[in-house]
């Protein structure tokens, strides 16, 4: 396939770089940052810089923030050839995706969005890897009118480049999951560094510190607009997390030895069940 990657950032950089290590697919690189594009090419993580030629492109993958990706896909999806494919990385779907198939479908062009649960704490496009993709998670999220054949083709795109499980399934349930999984994450790493401690810990941290606070280094910018976008589910989420952290907390205030011993063996349990899940052993 002709492939045009927009946005050469972490995910954007190391899909160029990924397509070029692991396929025979031919590869244009697209970033608002002329020098990143010159540093794809001498990287040869892309083989050609976008020249201002939209048409002739088999697939898009649009790696923007959400709100960048919308504003790119209104003012340039009618210049590309009809029945171009149309893809994003973005780590929301929702009505996000609503938007974005229909703004291809007033176009002539077919839209499909995914998700690489990929990333590091830091970006751009001197931190992405052609690697990045090895193992991962990749989610894609067909709508009631997306094409089986455009399914196939990143299903079989993402595998190229080293997926692990790929997971089908809607833009709703998506978000809903991630949520959950990723969002909250980020969150509360977020707020756990906003202790004075932070800078006292060296010489006093360990793994479990560096596990918590490592996302703390997140864009806040894209955050904020995957936040948003996603406030809903997220909130459910939050007040969930808070109405358990109080439980703790109480135990601690009451001095009550028992009821911390029950919620600790009862997060214990949950995640060896979970565990044992993911082995595909029974609970």
């Not at 923007?64 to 893809?87: D, Q, R, V, W």
């Not at 973005?90 to 690489?116: D, T, V, W």
Request: net charge negative; glycine share 8%.
């Amino acid at each position: 396939m002709k492939i045009l990657v927009v946005g050469l950032g972490l995910i954007g950089g190391s899909l160029c770089k990924a397509l070029k290590k692991y396929t025979s697919h031919f590869v244009t690189g697209c970033d608002i940052n002329h020098d990143i594009e010159f540093s794809a090419l001498r990287d040869v993580a892309i083989d050609e810089e976008f020249n201002g030629n939209f048409s002739g492109f088999d697939l898009v993958i649009v790696s923007l923030f959400p709100e960048a990706s919308e504003k790119y896909m209104l003012e340039n999806a009618h210049k590309f050839s009809k029945g171009t494919l149309i893809t994003d990385v973005c780590g929301i779907k929702g009505s996000f995706s609503s938007r974005m198939n229909q703004i291809a479908k007033e176009n002539g062009l077919y839209y499909l969005g995914m998700h690489p649960m990929a990333g590091k704490e830091f970006g751009g496009y001197h931190n992405s890897s052609a690697d990045l993709f090895q193992n991962a998670n990749f989610i894609i999220t067909p709508s009631e009118n997306s094409r089986t054949e455009d399914f196939e083709t990143l299903a079989n795109l993402v595998k190229e480049i080293g997926a692990g499980k790929i997971v089908n399934t809607s833009p709703e349930n998506h978000d809903r999951m991630i949520a959950y999984t990723s969002q909250l994450a980020h969150i509360v790493s977020s707020a756990y560094v906003k202790s004075p401690q932070l800078d006292l810990e060296c010489g006093f941290s360990g793994g479990s510190f560096q596990d918590m606070t490592r996302i703390a280094t997140m864009n806040e910018k894209m955050w904020t607009d995957l936040f948003m976008q996603n406030k809903e589910h997220l909130i459910f989420e939050l007040e969930l997390l808070i109405e358990n952290l109080d439980k703790y907390k109480a135990a601690l205030k009451n001095g009550d030895s028992e009821e911390m011993l029950r919620l600790i063996a009862e997060g214990r349990k949950l995640k060896e069940n979970n565990l044992r899940h993911r082995q595909g052993q029974p609970n």
